[in-house]
């Protein structure tokens, strides 16, 4: 019992740690944490999408033109946000498409089987 709690023990600040060095270098990186991308109608999309939540809830996702508009469209219809006419809405949608579009892969590629933890799993064969 204990050797398997020990071991996990061990996994879990390990993988605590790689997470944290991948957080500090995003931050190093990112201009402010969780701050919009500078660029044309930045301040209108900060204005707009951070009264009810943080820039992050909004920049950790990607999408099309498309998916964007839908995301506007569902904090409208159902988190209370107040109509916008047609040319806010375009900008903003403009906006989040451009600076977070859609990416190639949402996931990242998978890890060099040397980066791996042991598997505590006997092989079935
Ligand atoms: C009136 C309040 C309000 C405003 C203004 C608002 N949101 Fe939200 N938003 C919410 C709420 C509530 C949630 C759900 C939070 C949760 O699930 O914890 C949310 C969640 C989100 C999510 C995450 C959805 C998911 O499935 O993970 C995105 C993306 C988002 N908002 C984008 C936007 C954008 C873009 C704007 C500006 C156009 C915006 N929000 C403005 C209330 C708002």
């Known amino acids: ?3 398997i709690t020990l071991q996990r023990t061990r996994r879990v600040g390990l993988t ?3 997470f944290m060095a991948l957080g500090l270098n995003n931050l190093a990186n990112a201009q402010a944490a969780g701050d919009f991308v500078d660029g044309e109608n930045s301040d209108l999309v900060t204005a707009t999408c951070t009264r009810c939540h943080s820039a992050s809830l909004v920049t950790q996702n990607s999408g099309s033109r ?3 508009q839908l995301r506007v469209n569902l904090m409208q219809s159902a988190h209370g946000m107040p109509a916008i006419d047609a040319a806010m809405q375009e900008a903003i949608v403009g906006y989040l ?3 977070y579009g859609q990416k190639a892969a949402a996931r990242r590629a ?3 089987p040397e980066f791996l933890p042991d598997n505590p799993y006997d092989a079935a064969d």
């Open 1 to 3: 019992m204990s050797g």
């Open 66 to 68: 498309d998916v964007w």
């Open 97 to 99: 498409a451009t600076y």
């Open 110 to 112: 998978a890890l060099a």
């Open 16 to 18: 605590a740690t790689w």
